[in-house]
């Protein structure tokens, strides 16, 4: 633990309580505090305006697994194992080995639970409460997937919902999932108002098909899936008001995040990148640069805006400090993430805790930013600064920045092949079941 980070962790009151909220394939300008013009977002505007936004937070990966391996586990994904979406009835899955944010937090003593979107393994040796998570209810992969390892195409696709590792519905009425995951919630923070505990929320939605209750449908401005965008924020809401009900709002951090970028391919039923260039599926900046926003009454200051560079990987060796807890996390093995304690308390004034962040593409490295945000693209040898042109229009010109290029390519090199000699693999259920 640096210095500064236990300073950080001296400052606040007490070891919080944590809700993890991370939606699916919501885009950087699907919100009104990151400028959406015609999606309403009362509830996280308000998280804002009573915490921090993070204008330069990134996922791992643009695609749904991936992106959950590095939130969970603090590492690459291509370190652990899962560089690619999983199918259902896949014989790999996120290794039970692996210590995750629910491990962190149960070996804490916290209540943990784990609701909505897994997809990191639907075979019970990857499933959530066999990483650290006592209790699990929601679906196992993507709302568009198939129990017969191909993607849906029907609109009700016989999906299964799961409570722990038993199926306990086929097929379930979408249009109530983010509804029934939002009770899940409320019932799980009522029930351990008295106790520390951790949730994660991950929603279905958006992810295509698109589905909202008979409340939300046909009440927005940007169609379905603004409704669907709407009916998530008094998801948030609801959050919000239950903790200031029971009496613990400023015990509690809560973050609002999304998994990676619009899938710009849907057309109408997909988001926006807002001012950024690319979606889903793209190492743009818009297919992993997400809106987040952190709000912790008493510690967050409101109102903030953080700049600095912040990746989801982070999320694992912050909590472990903040919760005083930096020998949970293992020894031996590379944790990417770095802890971002002082991102969270002081988000204007304290920098970035990494350098370099590296955009992959399943199992190619694309692309590589710095802290300052200079950022090369592999296959074109275009540099781009992110500070002055976010959404990657103006390239710089290579040979008047000769060394930032060089800079840029040898750390990307290098760790390329340090995180190759260093890949863990996924979970076998040859060798896990």
């Excluded at 015609?38 to 305006?49: E, G, Y």
């Excluded at 306990?168 to 899940?184: A, H, I």
């Excluded at 990746?311 to 293992?330: C, G, K, Q, R, V």
């Excluded at 490295?365 to 710095?370: G, H, N, P």
């Amino acid at each position: 633990m640096s210095a500064d980070s236990s300073a950080a962790t001296e400052e606040t009151d007490s070891q919080p309580n944590v809700v993890v909220i991370f939606t699916d394939d919501q885009g950087y300008g699907d919100v009104g505090c990151f400028g959406s013009p015609d999606i309403r977002t009362p509830n996280m505007d308000r998280m804002a305006t009573e915490g921090a936004k993070f204008t330069s937070a990134y996922v791992p990966a643009p695609i749904c697994t991936p992106s959950r391996a590095g939130l969970l586990t603090g590492c690459y994904p291509q370190r652990v194992g899962l560089p690619d979406v999983l199918f259902p009835n896949s014989e790999t899955g996120l290794a039970p080995a692996e210590v995750t944010l629910g491990d962190l937090f149960d070996k804490q003593g916290y209540a943990t639970c784990c609701i909505g979107k897994w997809h990191l393994g639907d075979r019970n040796a990857f499933l959530p409460t066999n990483h650290g998570f006592d209790e699990y209810f929601g679906i196992p992969y993507s709302n568009d997937m198939r129990p017969n390892n191909i993607h849906g195409k029907d609109k009700h696709p016989p999906l299964p919902v799961l409570r722990d590792t038993e199926v306990v519905e086929r097929g379930p009425d979408q249009r109530t999932l983010t509804q029934r995951y939002t009770e899940k919630a409320v019932d799980f923070i009522e029930d351990n108002q008295d106790d520390s505990f951790f949730c994660y929320l991950a929603h279905t939605m958006p992810h295509v098909p698109l589905y909202a209750s008979e409340e939300f449908e046909d009440t927005s401005a940007r169609g379905l899936y603004g409704d669907v965008i709407e009916e998530l924020d008094r998801s948030v809401g609801r959050i919000l008001d239950t903790l200031d009900r029971l009496g613990i709002d400023d015990e509690t951090l809560v973050i609002f995040t999304s998994d990676n970028g619009p899938w710009l391919e849907m057309g109408a039923s997909s988001g926006s990148s807002g001012p950024l260039r690319g979606g889903k599926h793209s190492t743009w900046e818009g297919g992993v640069r997400v809106p987040m926003i952190a709000r912790w009454p008493g510690e967050i200051p409101d109102g903030s805006v953080c700049t600095e560079l912040f990746t989801m990987m982070d999320m694992l060796p912050t909590f472990a400090n903040l919760l005083d807890a930096d020998d949970a996390l293992p020894d031996d093995r590379t944790i990417d993430g770095t802890d971002a304690t002082d991102l969270f308390l002081h988000p204007e004034a304290a920098t970035a805790p990494t350098d370099y962040f590296y955009y992959y593409y399943q199992d190619d490295l694309e692309a590589v930013r710095d802290a300052e945000g200079h950022k090369l693209h592999f296959d074109d040898g275009a540099l781009y600064d992110l500070r002055t042109d976010v959404g990657e229009e103006r390239g710089l010109e290579p040979e008047k920045h000769a060394a930032t290029v060089e800079r840029l390519r040898d750390a990307a090199m290098a760790f390329d092949a340090e995180l190759d000699q260093h890949a863990r693999g996924p979970g076998r259920i040859d060798a896990d079941n």
